[in-house]
């Protein structure tokens, strides 16, 4: 997600994890809940601030699993909220090596989960990547440059989580 013009007035930084976005997470999902109803199959609470320990963006990042995506009356229950739909055409389909990300259970979606769990199970990995983000914040305050900067490292992350998932036998839901 890139901010609205708006949004960037506050810079960007990595700070110290804080223990109240959990609940700020939960508050999110009981409106995001109440708002969808029964379309939303799942919410859960994914990124950064999703891993307690880990430095990260103040941003909670919501993943809504549903079904089936009706793009106009999903984005106006979460208009009725306060969101705002990015006008960009990446944001209507999110892509996947295997295709657009439309249901709950999408390797997308599976990716953000693993992506958390491994990160809250593993603390050498999670210490590393807290570290490499406290880094790379000092080097641009651009947020779509920090976003690209981390897509390289992040495919190398996710396969130390694919050999930790497979080694485990984790499973997303």
């Known amino acids: ?3 609205f013009p708006d949004e960037l007035a506050r810079g960007l930084a990595v700070v110290t994890y804080d223990p109240g976005w959990p609940a700020e997470f939960a508050a999110l999902a009981s409106r995001v809940t109440a708002a969808l109803g029964p379309m939303a199959v799942r919410v859960e609470h994914v990124g950064s601030t999703s891993i307690p320990g880990l430095a990260a963006k103040d941003c909670i990042d919501v993943q809504v699993g549903v079904h089936a995506l009706d793009e106009q009356l999903i984005s106006g229950r979460f208009a009725e909220i306060g969101f705002r739909l990015r006008p960009e055409p990446w944001n209507r389909v999110e892509g996947t090596p295997g295709g657009p990300c439309l249901a709950a259970a999408s390797e997308a ?3 953000k989960l693993l992506f958390r769990d491994f990160l809250r199970a593993d603390d050498t990995a999670r ?3 807290g570290g490499f983000k406290r880094r790379l914040v000092l080097m641009t305050t651009d947020l779509y440059e920090y976003g690209q900067a981390k897509a390289g490292p992040t495919q190398i992350l996710m396969i130390a989580a694919e050999d930790w998932a497979s080694r485990t ?5």
Do not use: L, Y
Not at 169 to 173: A, C, L, V
């Open 109 to 111: 979606a599976r990716g």
């Open 169 to 173: 036998g984790w499973t997303p839901f």
């Open 127 to 129: 210490e590393a990547w």
């Open 1 to 3: 997600m890139v901010p």
